[in-house]
């Protein structure tokens, strides 16, 4: 683990990013780097911890971005537009913060030389509609031009080729991690399973976009920081891209609502909605890669993690 590092986190005041803030600032200078457009750090353990500097700033300024990351040892870029109502409302920001914005981070780091090493978040979208245990090496599969979620994949999987590209021809430290469906305490913004516990502790009907046969594999957010950790400081993972989730967490949407309501008590009922956008069907990685290079295995079950995260938002409600 990281000690007496200077460490620098775009887009740490969001939900995975303020994850791994609270995981290193005991023991490191965390410097967190975000627009605030979605804020769950004010609301988590760290807020105000004296080794925590919080920087509000966008990554597409790039006399901004320059300046915080020539301070930091190692850089978690965890800045992006994600959800896919955001995405669909805003595809041309979208694409901008995701490619532009990543473009800045990787030149900044290697501009100024100072940092060991650079952790990009890809995002599982890269694989398409279909994918059943999914390697690093599969081919990516991205929709139909104009389909707004697309554009979230495609600028994700750009950031990626990007952050290899650093590394190959700038000899910069880098490594990528293609996160698939991470909840948790202090989620944010869009999710379905952070949809369904809030929900479902109110007794409030749970709404499910389509037939509810889309399969999932669901990573509790402790795991996923667990792997990205390990992306970050291994020197094997340097210039590799892994896959982080749970592939025994597999659920349809459908099956996570009932068992919600199952492990959480709840007098919900479910019912079924039109679904207006591109789905993805199929979603369930293999972490063998991580597992072999990382020393990576998800250890939170599914219904564990509902238990955890649903005492989380009681806590906060």
């Given amino acids: 683990m990281l000690k007496n590092q200077t460490i620098l986190i775009t887009g740490g005041a969001g939900f995975i990013g303020s994850t791994i803030a609270q995981r290193l600032v005991d023991e490191n200078d965390v410097i967190v780097f975000d627009n605030m457009s979605r804020n769950a750090l004010k609301d988590s353990p760290v807020a105000g911890h004296p080794r925590l500097t919080v920087v509000q700033g966008d990554v597409l300024d790039e006399a901004a971005v320059t300046k915080v990351v020539g301070s930091a040892d190692y850089i978690v870029h965890a800045a992006g537009v994600a959800g896919i109502d955001t995405v669909g409302r805003k595809p041309v920001n979208t694409m901008r913060v995701n490619m532009v914005g990543s473009a800045n981070v990787l030149e900044a780091a290697a501009q100024t030389g100072r ?30 031009v104009g389909e ?8 994700k999987l750009a950031e990626e080729h990007l952050a290899i590209a650093y ?20 989620q944010v ?18 709404e499910i976009h389509g037939n509810g046969t889309q399969i999932r594999a669901w990573c509790y957010v402790d795991d996923m920081v667990d792997g990205a950790l390990a992306a970050l400081t291994l020197p ?17 949407i459908y099956g996570l609502a009932n068992t919600v309501i199952r492990v959480l008590g709840s007098k919900s009922e479910i019912t079924f909605i039109r679904k207006d956008y591109a789905d993805v069907e199929l979603r369930v990685p293999s972490i063998g890669k991580a597992k072999d290079m990382l020393g990576f295995e998800a250890q939170v079950s599914l219904e564990e993690g509902i238990r955890r995260t649903a005492d989380f938002i009681k806590a906060s409600l």
């Fill in 189 to 206: 913004g869009e999710g379905a399973l952070r949809t369904f516990i809030q929900r479902a502790l109110r007794n409030e009907t749970i």
């Fill in 148 to 155: 707004a979620r697309w554009t979230y994949a495609v600028s």
């Fill in 167 to 186: 590394h190959k021809q700038m000899g910069l430290g880098t490594s990528v991690v293609r996160p698939f469906n991470v909840y948790g305490p202090g």
């Fill in 115 to 144: 940092a060991k090493r650079v952790l990009c978040f890809s995002t599982s979208e890269v694989f398409g509609q279909h994918a059943m245990g999914a390697t690093e090496t599969d081919r990516t599969v991205i929709g139909a």
């Fill in 236 to 252: 094997q993972a340097i210039g590799e891209s892994f896959n982080i989730g749970n592939a025994r967490s597999v659920e349809t």
